[in-house]
Antibody, heavy 120, light 108 residues
Framework: EVQLVQSGAEMRKPGESLKISCKGS????????IGWVRQMPGKGLEWMGI????????RYSPSVQGQVTISADKSINTAYLQWSSLKASDTAMYYC?????????????WGQGTLVTVSS | EIVMAQSPATLSVSPGERATLSCRAS??????LAWYQQKPGQAPRLLIY???TRATGIPARFNGSGSGTEFTLTISSLQSEDFAVYYC??????????FGQGTKLEIK
């Protein structure tokens, strides 16, 4: 069974850094893209970026390019999303999700989400 | 960027009736279109991919159709557990992997 397990809820102050994680199991982690999706309070889904853990090829949405860093450690089947300086507007639920294989880029399995709250 | 426009924003339907949700892409996306369901407090769930293929475990009352730029998700005989928000997503020329803004399906 494919599973993506995300790290727990986080609360930070503006300007602080943060790294959240997403651990995959039940499949070959290195051969599927992993994506990060943001959902701001009461809003829809927004694609942020994707990474291919096999070679760390990473693509970002223009809306978040330079604001976050996506990485992966294939030795422990874990993908990450990190911020160096959080803003209040980063408050959101963040989901990781696996994308289909062979370029079939639908999000076929989702993590449970990590709630990030940024407030002074 | 490909803009995915969903309509209506909110759809009110009675249990047992049919619901029809629309998704329009600003550019050609072929059949590279997925639908997701999200219930309150839950992660999204893949319903349909390839515009018309049901994901594993998705009931037959969920049907996707369309190609090119116009797509439809039809839910026949609505059950109580089907009331949720539905999103479409294109994956033709990726990235990007754009979502529509969602359609909230509510009980009439």
């Amino acid at each position: 069974e494919v599973q993506l397990v995300q790290s727990g809820a986080e609360m930070r102050k503006p300007g602080e850094s943060l790294k959240i994680s997403c651990k995959g199991s039940g499949y070959r982690f290195t051969t599927y893209w992993i994506g990060w999706v943001r959902q701001m309070p009461g809003k829809g889904l927004e694609w942020m970026g994707i990474i291919y853990p096999g070679d760390s090829d990473t693509r970002y949405s223009p809306s978040v390019q330079g604001q976050v860093t996506i990485s992966a450690d294939k030795s422990i089947n874990t993908a990450y999303l990190q911020w160096s300086s959080l803003k209040a507007s980063d408050t959101a639920m963040y989901y990781c999700a696996r994308l289909g294989d062979h370029g079939d880029m639908k999000f076929d399995s989702w993590g449970q989400g990590t709630l990030v709250t940024v407030s002074s | 960027e490909i803009v995915m426009a969903q309509s209506p924003a909110t759809l009110s339907v009675s249990p047992g009736e049919r619901a029809t949700l629309s998704c329009r892409a600003s550019q050609f996306v072929g059949s590279n279109l997925a639908w997701y369901q999200q219930k309150p407090g839950q992660a999204p769930r893949l319903l349909i991919y390839g515009a018309s293929t049901r994901a594993t475990g998705i009931p037959a009352r969920f049907n996707g159709s369309g190609s090119g730029t116009e797509f439809t998700l039809t839910i026949s005989s609505l059950q109580s557990e089907d009331f949720a928000v539905y999103y479409c997503q294109q994956y033709n020329n990726w990235p990007p992997l754009d979502f529509g803004q969602g359609t909230k399906l509510e009980i009439k």
